[in-house]
């Protein structure tokens, strides 16, 4: 980044899925991938698979509701100010029973351009598993 940039509430890219809306605070686009913020809105019944990533280091921040995040060893419920930090390799789900909202940070990773790409897939697309198990490593993104 070369000069400062303000996204206001409500404001950045975003993409507004069956689960989750997200809004892109920060691209890693303007930090050569090194660093991403993502503005989760997670609505009623949301669920994210089991997965790890290799490279990548997630951090959640919940902003408002409880966000349950499942590890092989436990589970975590998650509430309004708390910081869970998920290193590369660390399987782990989440789920959201009543809806919420957290701030994802992603270090070493490019989660902002995989919903990007997510966006301009069709339903043919979804339905090809090896094509999205290509995506989803591509951006460092590996299930089980």
Known sequence: MKE??????GEGDNYNYSQDHCFIK??????DGELSFVE???KPGFFLARHHHKIMTEVFYILEGEVELIFDDETITAKVGDTVTVPPNVWHAA????G??????????????????LSKMTDDDFAD????????????????
């Open 4 to 9: 400062k940039e303000i996204i206001l509430n």
């Open 26 to 31: 920060l691209s890693s686009r303007q930090t």
């Open 40 to 42: 989760d809105r997670l």
């Open 95 to 98: 789920k959201c029973e009543k």
């Open 100 to 117: 919420g909202k957290m701030l994802t940070i992603f270090k070493n990773g490019q989660f902002d351009l995989y919903l990007e790409r």
């Open 129 to 144: 598993s090896k094509l999205i198990k290509h995506v989803s490593e591509k951006f460092d993104i590996y299930e089980a």
